[in-house]
């Protein structure tokens, strides 16, 4: 039973893929985010990456990202793509640009955070 159960890689890669798909993210910029280049990305598009792994750990920074957006902007993927874009003074930045790196990932998540606390 428990071998029907599917691999926790797999399903990260996948929140993964999925994320930077619906938050208009380009490959590029996905493997900018885990810091691995776009080979390394395209070849572990099935197996993932393992979740306690520094990659796996950003995978989910991206993923909670999505998720916090996602909740905010009720389902809007035209809004979250446009917040994501677009200067935000409390961030000194376009979030999106501020993704390629882990202190800016972990702002983001944070700004995020403290936004849903207000809704």
């Known amino acids: 039973m428990l071998d029907s159960l599917p691999n926790e890689n797999a399903v990260l890669i ?3 893929n ?3 798909a619906a938050l208009g ?3 590029d910029e996905a493997s900018a985010i885990l810091g691995v280049d776009r080979a390394t990305l395209t070849r572990n598009k099935e197996k993932g990456f393992d979740p306690h792994s520094k990659t796996g750990e950003l995978c989910m920074q ?3 990202v999505y998720r916090s957006l996602y909740a905010i902007a009720g389902g809007d993927q035209a809004f979250m793509r446009h917040w994501l874009r677009s200067e935000n ?3 000194s930045a376009a979030p999106a640009a501020l ?3 882990v202190v800016g990932l972990v702002q983001v998540n ?3 955070d403290a936004m ?3 809704v």
Request: some cysteine; overall charge positive.
């Open 18 to 20: 999925n994320s930077c």
């Open 25 to 27: 993210l380009s490959r």
């Open 99 to 101: 993704l390629s790196n």
């Open 110 to 112: 944070m700004y995020l």
């Open 14 to 16: 996948k929140a993964f």
């Open 116 to 118: 849903r606390g207000k």
């Open 89 to 91: 003074r409390a961030l």
């Open 62 to 64: 991206l993923v909670r």
